[in-house]
């Protein structure tokens, strides 16, 4: 697994952005893109399109990029290889459990273990490589698909060196600047970029390699591999190792809080953390981007009451605060809640390869990081994702799963801002055209 710049520019949007084309047109340009790659067939296994402001990704978009794919494919038979970086950050490898103490001898028992890493969790080799030569065939592979996507698509592109492409360098500077909008220039919408992506994708997976290690149509050999051995399911007890915040708290009054990102969140169990006692410590693994999700708390050190680190203990429910009052205005680019929320907010778009193009799986996901999400996805998981609920099925019987979760109801104000907002920008889409009006 690695990410790759994609070479074609798509747009996605971002109200909240800082940059010129955010302010003017509520959108933002991405290129940034998770890849999987299956060693033994060669074939691609699947994309996540991370659009965030300053076209950057996060270990939590990994994170969640691995639930989406081990969701959909199961588990890896022997590992996966990583490189570096945000790929080996703590979120990804693991915390620590407390060491066990002797107390006749008064020496540790054991070492320090890593705890809730994918290593440790599910049974599969990690490795972190240093150089392009450690990732197997995927960083080379990288060439060869830009290469063939000039093919498939035809849109402004950044190139692969600096000067490749003077025309399409200043369109994207142009849009960039916000003196156009993407749509102006040929620049596609990210869903629609990821759908071209898999395109390419596709086209690859079925074109017969003649390498030493890689030889035959990847898509034959993944589908004789899955029929002589299918892989392991996930197993949705253990799904919070994908969760972006694990953390140590103490149970205090019924409930734990927790901070992440200047932000504060509470969860409850009330029975639970009742038997436990107040004063215990626990670990708990959330979503700050979609706390309705619940914890999952963790029991942190060893006892006879409660058993080994790391063994479940119950999850909790998200706790609203308190209303309050803050003197600043709710727009203003000092208020701390926007701050955290922009930071928190992005879109990502999630595709897995189908064998030869078909029942392939797409997610399309936008969480604005005040805990609503919208999400909409296609096809059919070998488990469905947590939180998901089914409500229909296409022609080929995939499922079609749709979502909007909200921390909290919104006030009056916000909801006349809101509309105030969609109405600025519809009446700036019909301007532009994008939109007919009725």
Same mark, same amino acid.
């Given at each position: 697994m690695d990410d790759m710049s994609w070479n074609f520019a798509s747009y996605f949007p971002n109200?909240?952005?800082?940059?010129?084309?955010?302010?003017?047109?509520?959108?933002?340009?991405?290129?940034?893109?998770?890849?999987?790659?299956? !060693?033994?067939?060669?074939?691609?296994?699947?994309?996540?399109?991370?659009?965030?402001?300053?076209?950057?990704?996060?270990?939590?978009?990994?994170?969640?990029?691995?639930?989406?794919l081990f969701s959909t494919y199961g588990l890896p038979r022997i590992g996966i290889i990583l490189e570096k970086g945000a790929w080996k950050s703590k979120v990804i490898v693991g915390g620590q459990v407390p060491v066990e103490i002797d107390e006749e001898i008064g020496e540790a028992k054991a070492q320090e273990a890593l705890l809730l890493s994918i290593e440790h969790e599910f049974g599969i080799q990690v490795r972190h490589c240093r150089n392009a030569k450690g990732k197997g065939h995927i960083e080379t592979g990288?060439?060869?698909?830009?290469?063939?996507?000039?093919?498939?698509?035809?849109?402004?592109t950044y190139g692969t060196w600096r000067g490749e492409f003077s025309r399409d360098a200043k369109l994207i500077t142009a849009v960039q600047t916000g003196a156009k909008h993407p749509?102006?220039?040929?620049?596609?919408?990210?869903?629609?970029?990821?759908?071209?992506?898999e395109n390419v994708a596709v086209y690859l997976n079925g074109e017969e390699k003649e390498g030493r290690n890689q030889a035959d149509i990847p898509d034959l050999r993944w589908k004789a591999a899955l029929e002589a051995k299918p892989p392991a399911p996930l197993p949705q007890a253990k799904i919070h190792v994908f969760f972006p915040?694990?953390?140590?708290?103490?149970?205090?009054?019924?409930?734990?809080?927790?901070?992440?990102?200047?932000?504060?969140?509470?969860?409850?169990?009330?029975?639970?953390?009742?038997?436990?006692?107040?004063?215990?410590?626990?670990?708990?693994?959330?979503?700050?981007?979609?706390?309705?999700l619940r914890a999952t708390i963790l029991n942190y050190e060893s006892s006879t009451e409660l058993g080994k680190a790391g063994d479940f203990l119950c999850h909790a429910e998200h706790v609203e605060d308190a209303p309050g009052f803050l003197l600043k205005g709710a727009n203003s680019d000092?208020?701390?809640?926007?701050?955290?929320?922009?930071?928190?907010? !992005?879109?990502?778009?999630?595709?897995? !390869?189908?064998?030869?193009?078909?029942?392939?799986?797409?997610?399309?996901?936008?969480?604005d990081g005040r805990g609503n999400v919208?999400?909409?996805?296609?096809?059919?998981?070998?488990?469905?994702?947590p939180g998901l609920a089914r409500h229909g099925s296409d022609s080929e019987g995939s499922a079609l799963i749709a979502?909007?979760?909200?921390?909290?109801?919104?006030?009056?104000?916000e909801e006349d801002l809101e509309i105030a907002r969609i109405e600025r920008m519809e009446a700036e889409a019909l301007a532009r055209g994008d939109l007919d009006a009725f």
């Open positions: 109200p909240e952005g800082t940059g010129p084309l955010a302010q003017r047109h509520g959108v933002d340009l991405g290129r940034q893109g998770l890849w999987a790659m299956d !060693f033994a067939s060669g074939r691609w296994l699947g994309v996540d399109v991370i659009g965030r402001d300053r076209d950057a990704y996060r270990a939590e978009d990994i994170l969640r990029f691995f639930r989406k990288f060439g060869y698909l830009q290469r063939t996507a000039t093919t498939f698509i035809d849109s402004p749509k102006e220039v040929g620049i596609p919408p990210m869903a629609e970029m990821s759908k071209l992506m915040v694990k953390t140590r708290a103490t149970i205090r009054g019924g409930h734990v809080r927790v901070p992440s990102n200047g932000d504060s969140f509470s969860f409850a169990a009330p029975s639970v953390f009742a038997q436990i006692g107040s004063g215990r410590p626990v670990m708990v693994c959330f979503d700050p981007t979609e706390p309705s000092d208020n701390p809640g926007r701050r955290r929320a922009y930071n928190r907010s !992005f879109s990502s778009y999630f595709v897995a !390869f189908g064998v030869f193009g078909k029942k392939a799986v797409r997610a399309h996901e936008h969480r919208a999400l909409v996805e296609h096809g059919e998981p070998a488990l469905p994702l979502r909007a979760r909200s921390r909290r109801p919104k006030t009056r104000e």
